[in-house]
């Protein structure tokens, strides 16, 4: 049987910590990672512009190379498009939205701090999930591309600068009685800055990403169960998994883990981008980053 096919989508390089998830739950698979650079940030985006452009790349690219299963790897492509697309092919598409509800369950002074892009700071479907899932919770929130800009720098090697990520969380640092004790990084940019984040809280906090849900999802749709099971597991959705840790532990419980290091697999994944590079050095850099995650190499595509 050959090896599944996932085709792992972002506008910039913050998709990779879906897909280090994916790679860790779905050893066998093969991955195509896709990143739009030619429009990137999504975030900044009109919602039509975005709908249109997702279509048009995913179909296109879809024609040159052979897919099982998509992953949309951005929230705010996910929290705009995703029914759309869902709509347009007839293929699997797992997406991301904010993991608000774990944070509800690990919070221990009911302050949970929302860490996205503007765009997703400010629809509705964020206002949804918080009104729903943490309604009796003090959800603070900051909007910040710059953190997506800054973890691209990160994956190419570039030194960055405490003080840049304290001036976006000022708001909340600064704040010593209602300060966050949760956060939800809110963009697949975010888990790649983990460390320095949590570095400028004086106390420990916690960081809640989508990672693990996506994973779980795909491994869900690509391995399917006995006809009972495979019936109680298509009532979970991707959008259940990251809201229902319960949930989560079922599944997992289903298909345990793999455990093997990332730097273990064998370099049969391939990356793709839409923008030439105008500096050699940020490819080349760019290049080996990816080659240390397991990818054979990254292409030019023209899309």
Known sequence: MSAKRVLIFDSGVGGLSVYEQIVKYNPTIKCQYLFDNAYFPY???????LIHRLTQLLTEFMQLHS??????????ASTVALDALR?????????????????TLITANNVIGLLATPG??????????????????TVLRIGSTQLV???????????????SFRAILAPWLKNE???????????????????????CFARPVHLVDSGQAIALRVKQLLNPLSLDEQLL?????????LNDPLSSSQLLNNYPLNNYPLNKYPLNHQAFYTRQFESKAHLTALTMSFKERGFLDINFCGL
């Open 43 to 49: 975030g900044e985006l009109p919602r039509e512009q």
């Open 67 to 76: 897919v099982d299963l998509i992953v949309i790897a951005c929230n705010s």
């Open 87 to 103: 709509l347009h092919f007839t293929i699997p598409i797992v997406g991301v939205v904010p993991a608000i509800k774990p944070a």
């Open 120 to 137: 997703t700071i400010e629809r509705a479907y964020t206002d949804t999930l918080i009104n729903e899932f943490a309604a009796d919770k």
């Open 149 to 163: 800009k800054l973890a691209e720098d990160k994956l190419i090697g570039k030194v960055l600068d405490v003080d």
């Open 177 to 199: 009685d209602n300060m966050p004790d949760t956060l939800v990084l809110g963009c697949t940019h975010f888990p790649l800055l983990k460390e320095e984040i949590s570095a």
């Open 233 to 241: 597991d298509e009532q979970l959705s991707s959008e259940q998994l």
